[in-house]
């Protein structure tokens, strides 16, 4: 255990951005999740407002230094060319 009263204070400090950390990572994770399951259905109308609402999570993740700038352009990236092609798929259905 830390002795010093700046260690004690980093110590402090650590545990709870580790705790902001794994909240927002969850966070993350959780959204990306709804997404896919929402491509696995196939609705239209409901799909791109998880989209939307995915990618500005994505944005704030990289505001908050979970996610480097071009993972987030990635996966936004490919995530929106999923969307587009289920529901073009729905449509010519």
């Known amino acids: 255990m830390a002795n010093h009263v700046s260690s004690l204070k980093r110590a402090r400090q650590t545990i709870v ?14 959204t ?10 196939g609705d239209a ?6 989209y939307s609402n995915t990618a500005s999570i994505l944005d704030k993740s990289v505001q908050k230094g979970i ?7 990635r996966y936004k990236s490919r995530l929106n060319a ?12």
């Not at 951005?17 to 959780?30: D, E, I, V, W, Y």
Request: aromatic share 0%; hydrophobic share 45%.
């Open 82 to 93: 999923r969307v587009k092609t289920a529901i073009l798929a729905k449509k010519a259905a």
């Open 45 to 50: 109308t409901d799909l791109m407002k998880v």
């Open 32 to 41: 990306l999740r709804i997404l896919r399951e929402a491509l696995a259905k």
């Open 67 to 73: 996610l480097h700038k071009n993972t987030a352009s």
């Open 17 to 30: 951005k580790t705790s902001l950390n794994r909240a927002n990572k969850s966070k993350l994770r959780g």
